[in-house]
Each structure stands twice: as C-alpha cells, then as structure tokens.
C-alpha cells in the first residue's frame, strides 16, 4: 500500500499534495495554472507574431496584479522606480541595494510572468568583475531572472560574459535614461542616417553577444520596425512604433498615478491618482465628522455582563 494511501486512511482530514518540482509555482484549487513565461516562451510569441506586454512593477501588490492576469508576458523591476516611487529626480540616483530590495518585493509577488530588473547605474561601469559580481548578486539576493542593461556595443562583453555564465540578458537601446544627461535630456534617437545606422548595429551586436531581447526606446516607428525586422531576438517598444515584437509602459504611466511629465508615447489605461485622492479625502472627512469608525458595523462591543463587572472592579480599585 502507497504512503499516500495510508495517509489518507490515517488522517481523512489531510489533503495530500500532489508533489511537484520546488520551482513550479503553486496551483490553487480551482484554478488553472498558467505556463510559466520564458524566454523560449517570448521567442515562440515572437515567431507566431503574437504582441508581447511587459508591465514595470516596483513592489509586491504591483507584482501580484501582474501576475494575475494571464496576458502580461514579462514584468519588469524598472530603474524608473527612482522616480515614481522613492522621489529621485533621476534613474541615476538609484542605489544597488535599493534595487535589489524592490526586486525581491517584486519576486515575491511574481508567478507567470518572466521577471527582468535593470542593474542601476553605476553598478556595470566598472570593471568586468564588479559588473558580473552585482549582476550575480541581483539574481542570487532578490531572484529576478535576468538582468536589462542599457548600451551599444560598449557593453558586448559584458553581455557575453554574463550569459556565459547563465544569466540572460535583455539589452536597451535608443533612448538611454541613465545617459540622459550626456544626450542633452529625454529626446528622440535614431533620426538621422548615421544615428539609426549606429542603432541597428548596436542591435545586431547586442544579439550576437547573447541578449536574449532587447528594449528599443524613443525611436522612429520606421526604425523601431526595420530593427525588429532585422533581428531575430524578441524587440519590446517603448515609443519605437507598433512594428516592434511588444510593447512596455511604466506602472505609473500606464495607470495614471505619476505626476511628472507625460511622454507622447504614454496611454493612460486608468485613472487611479484620482481614485487615490478621493480615497484619502474621504477618509480624512469622514474621520474629522466623526462618521468613521461607526459604533455598530466597524467597532467592537463587549458583554455587557461583563462590561458591568469591569466598571464595578475599577470602582473598588
């Protein structure tokens, strides 16, 4: 007789669990699971020209919606969280650490989709020991999948050096945020000969050194397509035209709750900084007229027995 079977005469209560590999994620009773994403996974939407959607995420709530809804395809821990979320004026600001303790937030939460976070600025400039090291740290500390790293043919080796070793990476070209000052602020690439040539063979180098995707960012629809055309790994736009493999936003842009400033590629899909601040007002007025907490649906009460001999113990007290 099975142990399983003997388990269940013993202890008709207990649920056995169906044993599964450790990293499968868990499958909920009524629930069917989803395949987990991979990069064969985004390779194949690629081939099949299925539009990929990567979402930015920055803690475990973020995450958690991401994951529940089967289309998003790679959630991406953004270096654009120094922004949105800790206040910093620029990606440039963004610490090692605090990367890596937002990506952990964000692993927590992270089931379905393909979780990819940017290495901060600063963190592979150096030498190639110390990117490899802080690359390695980001997956062992906060167990992202792979890294997105921002550059042309500059950062080849480190691409090839990095994926030798087994953490994939996703390349960023175009637009470099962490570069904004050197490239005079946040503009348009790509819009002469010479600037889309260097482009498309940043692209190919990229690919050749082992990027497994490549972000494409603020570049003409006609080059964000000719590159993705001209490539074979998975290309993801971010304002480069819908000709590319899929599409990125960040969280707060796509949602409606940043404050800053709206770049032409940016849709709202919600309005939840409107949400939020009614929520808070109706909070704080409901708290200064006294209506919340009502005394009956959101207090607690005791016996009044009880209460009575309370009252008459502290009396004699």
Known sequence: MSWNRITRLAFPAIRVQRR??????????????????????????????VPISMLTAYDYPTAVSCSSNSSIDITLV????????????????LTLDEMIHHASAVARGTTRPLLVADMPFGSYHGSMDDAVNNAVRMVRESQIEAVKLEGGEEIADLVR?????????????????????????YKVQGKNVASAKALVKAAKVLEEAGAFSAVVEAVPKELGRYITE????????????????????????AMGTWLGHKAKFVRRFANLQTAREMGVQGYANAVKDGSFPDPQRESYTMDEAEWTRFLEEMDRA
Request: with cysteine.
């Open 20 to 49: 599964c590999m450790s990293v499968r994620p868990k499958e909920s009773d009524g629930v069917q699971r989803r395949d987990k994403v991979t990069i064969q996974t985004l390779q194949k939407l690629r081939e099949a020209k």
């Open 78 to 93: 953004g270096d654009s969280l120094a922004q949105v979320c800790l206040g910093y004026k620029s990606t440039t600001q």
């Open 161 to 185: 050096r990095l994926t030798s070793i087994g953490i994939p990476v996703m390349a960023h070209i175009g637009l470099l945020p962490q570069r904004h000052v050197s490239l005079s602020g």
């Open 230 to 253: 001209n490539v074979t790994m998975p290309t993801i736009g971010i304002g480069a035209g819908p000709w590319t493999s899929g599409q990125v936003l960040v969280w707060d842009d």
